[in-house]
C-alpha cells in the first residue's frame, strides 16, 4: 500500500524554523517526484515545492523561495522541507504529496494526511 | 502560470448536472488534474491530462478542454460529491486554481 507520512509540524515563533519530513513506503521511491502543499486554515491548496526523482530538478513558489528547501533522501525514502525564516502568514497544513507522469501530463496521485505548522508569537 | 476557476461556489441538488471550469493564464496543452476535497482530508484525485479519469472514480465526473480552457463535469451530482474541487496545472511549476465548492441547494 502506498503511503506518505509526514511529521515535524508544531507551534513556531515568527522569524523561526522548522524542518518537515516526509516517509514513504509501498512504492519505489527513487521513481517518483514528490511536491510539498499547504492549505492555510479555511483556504485553499497552495503547491510551494517540487523535487525530481534523484533532486536534479527544484523548484519553490515565489512565496516560499529563499526560506524554504526542499531535499530528499533516497536511501531512506524520505523527504524533508526546511523552512526558515517563518512567517504568520506560513501558517498552514502541510501535504507531501507524490506526483506520477503518465504519457501526456504528471498528476499528484498520493498525498499524506498532512502535518499542521502554526507560526506565533 | 495562474488559474481561474468559476464559479467559486454553486449550490445543487443530487442528480443536477455540475459544472466547472477552469481557466489558464497562457496555454498549458492538457496538464492539467482535478482533485476533490472533503473538510479535513487530503485531496483526492479525479482527473489527469485534462480528460484521463483516475482509476476507482466514478464515470459520472469527466473533464475536457486544451490549452487554457478546461472544463469538469459531474453528470448526476451524488451525495458524497459535495465537496470543494480544484484545478491544478503542471506545464510549468504547478499551480493550484482557488478552488470551486459545491453545496446542497
Known amino acids: 500500500e502506498v503511503q506518505v507520512v509526514e511529521s515535524g509540524g508544531g507551534l513556531v515563533q515568527p522569524g523561526g524554523s522548522l524542518r518537515l519530513s516526509c516517509a514513504a513506503s509501498g512504492f519505489i521511491f527513487s521513481n517518483y517526484g514528490i511536491n510539498w502543499v499547504r492549505q492555510a486554515p479555511g483556504k485553499g491548496l497552495e503547491w510551494i515545492s517540487y523535487i525530481s526523482t534523484y533532486g536534479s530538478t527544484i523548484n519553490h513558489a515565489d512565496s516560499v523561495k529563499g526560506r524554504f528547501t526542499i531535499a530528499r533522501d533516497n536511501a531512506k525514502n524520505s523527504l524533508y522541507l526546511q523552512m526558515n525564516s517563518l512567517r504568520d502568514e506560513d501558517t498552514a497544513v502541510y501535504y507531501c504529496?507524490?506526483?506520477?507522469?503518465?504519457?501526456?501530463?504528471?498528476?499528484?496521485?498520493?498525498w499524506g494526511q498532512g502535518t499542521l505548522v502554526t507560526v506565533s508569537s | 502560470i495562474q488559474l481561474t476557476q468559476s464559479p467559486s461556489s454553486l449550490s445543487a441538488s443530487v442528480g443536477d448536472r455540475v459544472t466547472i471550469a477552469c481557466r489558464a493564464s497562457?496555454?498549458?496543452?492538457?496538464?492539467l488534474a482535478w482533485y476533490q476535497q472533503n473538510p479535513g482530508k487530503a485531496p483526492k484525485l479525479l482527473i489527469y491530462g485534462a480528460s484521463t479519469l483516475q482509476s476507482g472514480v466514478p464515470s459520472r465526473f469527466s473533464g475536457s478542454g486544451s490549452g487554457t480552457d478546461f472544463t469538469l463535469t459531474i453528470s448526476s451530482l451524488q451525495p458524497e460529491d459535495f465537496a470543494t474541487y480544484y484545478c491544478?496545472?503542471?506545464?510549468?511549476?504547478?499551480?493550484f486554481g482557488p478552488g470551486t465548492k459545491v453545496d446542497i441547494k
Open positions: 504529496a507524490r506526483e506520477d507522469c503518465g504519457s501526456t501530463s504528471c498528476f499528484i496521485d498520493y
Open positions: 497562457q496555454g498549458i496543452g492538457s496538464s
Open positions: 491544478q496545472q503542471l506545464n510549468s511549476y504547478r499551480t
